[in-house]
């Protein structure tokens, strides 16, 4: 395993949200979500995510979550995903990142 800097780490802008808005993404090559995420300060985001192994759109809004707020935006077909959704894969599915207790949307992770 490489090592990094601190102030690589201090790149990347990982930030808590409030999920806004889950649509369906039929056109994705596998199942995901569309959302629709609230960063307080940095806007409104939205992004693609292929969760939908683990989560229903309905156990999505509402929940905070952690994303990568600082990657260039990304062409996924015919959506345009702004922020990366983080979390951990499992022979399940992917577990999403979330807050462990409320913080302000914006918030960045120390």
């Keep these: 395993m490489d090592t990094i800097e601190w102030t690589d780490f201090q790149r990347v ?13 039929p056109q994705a090559r596998k199942p995901a979500w569309k959302l629709w995420v609230d ?3 940095y806007g409104v985001k939205k992004t693609s995510a292929q969760v939908k192994a683990l ?12 994303g990568v707020i ?5 062409q996924v077909g015919p959506f345009l995903s702004e922020f990366l959704l983080t ?3 499992t022979d399940e599915g992917v ?14 992770m120390a």
């Design 13 to 25: 802008l990982l930030c808590a949200g409030t999920v806004l808005k889950v649509e369906e993404f």
């Design 70 to 74: 600082n990657f260039p935006p990304k």
């Design 39 to 41: 960063f307080g300060p």
């Design 87 to 89: 979390g951990f894969h």
């Design 95 to 108: 577990v999403v990142a979330t807050v462990e207790r409320p913080v302000p949307d914006g918030t960045r």
């Design 55 to 66: 989560y229903a759109a309905e156990d999505l809004v509402g929940r905070q979550i952690v």
